[in-house]
Structures are given as structure tokens and as C-alpha cells.
């Protein structure tokens, strides 16, 4: 069953509309180079990323997806990270098949869209702007936008309320728990790619609305 017509979509950045591992494993990889630490590599960074950068630093120097490292080592890499990441930010990041056209369809609908990320601003709107994309949607909301982020429904009503929309109009679409979670407790509904950073996790299990293998699945799981 198609989900109801939506009066404003929320569209995820990273693992959705963006593959961006390539870069932000080049960025951890240099970061353990220049602290003379193990190299993480591609697959790992793959199963890391999707709670912003610190909690992204902070897995590639454990190793691992849960715990905390030493403060000091912490904070001493951070900067280094960004400072890689920056100069590489949308070098080797693609989209994934099918978003470019799939956007270019929605906003030919009366609906608007918007980018919600958990992704610092200083990197989503470079990024968004490399891959041509940045001019599909009206608001982006990035990670430090506001004082919290997804899986908080916070940036969801942000844009709720920016664009005068109830809550059970809206629709989220994502890759990840965070988004689900963040979506149900926000009151939107919800639709997930299975292709994302889930973290190794089959996204079905969190329940969204419906999961998509490609964006133009949209046209067929959303009424317009």
C-alpha cells in the first residue's frame, strides 16, 4: 500500500542520497597515520559512520563501534581528521543510482524537500554543492544546526514548523535506526533504503513504513 501524499520529505545524506565512505575512510586512514596508528580501511569505516564525525574519530581509535578513548587522544585527533576530510570531502563520494533523477522528480511535485544530516555544516554544504545537489532543497539542517541531532525528533519539527507542516504529513526518508527512531518519535512517517549505513544491521528490523533497494522506488511507495 502507498504511503499517503506528503507535504514535506526529509531526506537523509549520508548512506542515502550519498555514498561517502570512500572519503571518510581516506580522512580516518591519514588521521591513524598521523598518530602512528593502524590504518582502518574502507570496510571498516563503512560500518562506523552515520552518528557524526566525533563518534566516527572515536570508533576508528577504538576499533570498534561502542566505548570512548582516552580524552587526550580524542581531542588531539579530531582536528586532524577534519583537516583531511576537508580537503577531500566530496573527491571520491557518488551518489547512489537513482537520486539525481528521483530529485529532480520531487521537486517537480508540490512538496518540498529539505536534507536533514547529522553531518557538520562545514562538510554538508560542500558536499551537497560538489555533488550538484544543493540546490534541490529549500532548508538543510545539519548536525550542528541545532543543539541536538537524529535520532532526537528535534530537527524533524525544526523543519516541521520552518515549512508549516503537521508532523503526520511529513515523510523521512533515510538508511538508518537514527532515522527511524528520530521519524517515529517526531510523528513522520518513514521510508528506508536497504543499502545504507545501518552499521551491519538489516534496516527492516527497525520497522520502518517501507524499504526501498533504489530512490525510483519512491514514485511507487508515495502517493502524488
Known sequence: MALPTPKLILIDLDGTMIDTVPDLAYAVDQMMLELNLPQRGESEVRHWVGNGI?????????????????????????????????????????????????????????CPLACITNKAEQFTLPLLKALGIHSEFRLIISGDTLSVKKPDPLPLLHAAQFFQVAPQDALMIGDSINDVQAARAAGFHIICVSYGYNHGQDIRTAAPDAVIDSFLEIPQVVQF
Open 54 to 110: 566525533e563518534r566516527l574519530v572515536k570508533r576508528a581509535l577504538l576499533g570498534q563501534l561502542e566505548g570512548e578513548p582516552e580524552e587526550a587522544v580524542f581531542f588531539q585527533a579530531l582536528p586532524i581528521f577534519k583537516k583531511y576530510y576537508a580537503e577531500c570531502n566530496g573527491r571520491h563520494s557518488v551518489l547512489f543510482p537513482g537520486v539525481r533523477d528521483t530529485l529532480t522528480w520531487l521537486t517537480s511535485q508540490t
